[in-house]
């Protein structure tokens, strides 16, 4: 099986800055995209950033300029780096990948348990 465990999230006031991680672990074959995503409470699942295999990062329009998006692939794991952060940037969140376990069969995404950030206004 396939496990994604966040880290790094935590308590940080407005304006300030946090490092978020996954690691990818398990039977692997291949990991394609990967994501960070979050969620407020009463609120649905919304995108942060997503990053290619080979380092293509796409962001939502919010957090560009603030937010940037890593991976290293050796380590299986990917990386949100927030700045400036916000209080409506409160959330648990969540990491994503796509991943191939064999090579013949098709890949699927996984996600991790979730971290929280709190940004107190």
């Known amino acids: 099986q396939v496990q994604l465990v966040e880290s790094g999230g935590g308590l940080v006031q407005a304006g300030g800055s946090l490092r978020l991680s996954c690691a990818v672990s398990?039977?692997?074959?291949?990991?394609?995209?990967m994501g960070w995503y979050r969620q407020a409470p009463g609120k649905q699942r919304e995108l942060v950033a997503t990053?290619?295999?080979?380092?293509?990062?796409n962001y939502a329009e919010s957090m560009k300029g603030r937010f940037t998006i890593s991976r290293d692939n050796a380590k299986n794991t990917v990386y949100l780096q927030m700045n400036s952060l916000k209080p409506e940037d409160t959330a648990v969140y969540y990491c994503?990948?796509?991943?191939?376990?064999?090579?013949?069969?098709?890949?699927?995404?996984?996600w991790g348990q979730g971290t929280q950030v709190t940004v107190p206004s």
């Open positions: 994503n990948a796509g991943v191939k376990i064999m090579s013949l069969r098709p890949e699927s995404d996984y």
């Open positions: 990053i290619t295999r080979g380092g293509i990062a």
């Open positions: 398990g039977s692997i074959f291949s990991i394609n995209a």
